[in-house]
């Protein structure tokens, strides 16, 4: 098993780096300072950096021995835009910006490793360590991709880590298959025709129409959708109107969906569509339901890059301390877009329960749990080791 002491760079000084990035958020493709931060580390290392990338994005490049194997290691650089209610020294200094998902904890998990590595490289083939920008909702792995990631960089498989809150400090989960969700977003426009609040009858009020838009798509999750399956479709969104005694001309409503299998999601969006355009023109009305184009996929963990991951994270916590059989869960990740590029998977390490780290990411008092520093950081070097072994003695 490996010991937080088998990392060169020591655990305090992860955790200077970690803070420091927590105390300066910066939100999707903005991510300036976090990214300098980032390539000045790798380039004193001695390896290859690259920036720019996807926007903000940073990959350093690693190589040892001969053999043309090659693999990437993933970390996520932006901040939510939300505001942190933490008190501690260092907390955001930046207005309504906060690290309230861990991706400072992601950053310098995967920084350690890249540290570590060229100290003791005992591996055979090229470690590509990706920092990409603006995970949270604006599709920064895709923008990766789309500037060349996987054209410049060779990679025959590529894995990603996520703390998970209520998961036990020194413990993983994972899974083969479906483990996160796909995510779209949505928009729905219902006009009717507004006027006085005192005389309804020379109207057609749209906002009665809209509350029955929503209670029809609560149906659709409990009596469109196989009982075994997984969908969700949440309303977040209702505006309509600015005035006590004027009838709006139109509502607009918000959302998003979520499932693992495509087949659901294409039944969701068909049943949906029929629920908005039938209700308003019972009502008289009419009504628009738009997707947007920016989602991202289920995030499907491939057989054989989840069983290196187990054994590898095994060899860190123990084999006992690692769920190879977590249920999905049905948020989602843009991690998901660049396992539809290249074979790999996605793996959940725990921060802690309770008073340990067990605050949910995006609630106003998360913080990344510092503990778990070094446990990433041994994962992302045993698994490079595991992956392309040393062929010489």
């Known amino acids: 098993m490996n010991h937080h002491s088998d990392l060169t760079v020591t655990h305090d000084t992860l955790t200077g780096w970690r803070r420091d990035i927590h105390a300066h958020p910066e939100l999707a493709f903005c991510e300036h300072r976090t990214a ?4 000045e580390k790798l380039a004193a290392s001695g390896m290859d950096v690259f920036t720019g990338i996807g926007g903000t994005g940073v990959v350093g490049r690693l190589r040892s021995g001969n053999s043309e194997k090659s693999i990437g290691l993933r970390a996520d650089l932006d901040a939510l835009p939300m505001q942190e209610n933490n008190q501690f020294d260092h907390r955001s200094g930046n207005d309504g910006v906060f690290h309230g ?3 400072d904890g992601h950053t310098v998990m995967l920084l350690g490793a890249a540290l570590q590595l060229p100290e003791k490289p005992d591996f055979d083939g090229t470690v590509y360590f990706i920092f990409q920008p ?3 909702g604006m599709g920064g792995a895709e923008a990766m991709i789309e500037d060349g990631l996987f054209e410049q ?3 025959d498989q590529v894995f990603g880590m996520h703390n998970w809150p209520g998961l036990p ?3 993983f989960a994972i899974r083969t298959g479906p483990m996160m969700a796909a995510f779209e977003k949505f928009d729905i426009s219902v006009r009717g025709i507004g006027g006085h609040g005192a005389m ?3 109207c057609n009020d749209p906002v009665p129409i809209a509350a029955q838009i929503v209670q029809a798509m609560q149906s659709v999750v409990s009596r469109n959708i196989d009982p075994l399956k997984a969908a969700v479709i949440s309303i977040t969104q209702m505006s309509a109107g600015n005035a006590y005694n004027v009838i709006p001309e139109a509502v607009q409503l918000g959302g998003a969906i979520r499932y693992l299998e495509n087949e659901v999601g294409d039944e969701i969006r068909r049943r949906m569509h029929s629920i908005v355009t039938s209700t308003a023109a019972a009502g008289g009305a009419s009504a628009e339901l738009t997707f947007h184009s920016v989602g991202y996929p289920a995030l499907i963990n491939e057989a054989s890059a989840t069983g290196q991951a187990v054994i590898s994270a095994g060899k860190v ?5 690692v769920d190879s059989s977590t249920p999905p869960i049905m948020g989602s990740e843009d991690f998901a877009s660049m396992l539809q590029v290249r074979p790999g998977c996605y793996i959940f390490i725990g921060n802690g329960v309770d008073s340990e780290g067990g605050c949910m990411v995006h609630h106003p008092e998360y913080d990344f749990n ?4 070094p446990v990433g950081a041994n994962y992302w070097v045993t698994l490079a080791q595991d992956c392309m072994p040393a062929s010489g003695p």
């Not at 300098?36 to 390539?39: E, S, T």
């Not at 916590?317 to 301390?321: F, N, Y």
């Not at 510092?370 to 520093?373: K, M």
């Open 370 to 373: 510092d503990a778990i520093l």
């Open 36 to 39: 300098a931060f980032v390539a």
């Open 101 to 103: 998902c861990g991706h």
């Open 317 to 321: 916590v123990g084999t006992e301390k």
């Open 169 to 171: 400090v020194g413990q």
């Open 200 to 202: 309804p009858h020379f």
């Open 153 to 155: 960089y060779r990679m």
């Open 134 to 136: 603006a995970e949270e």
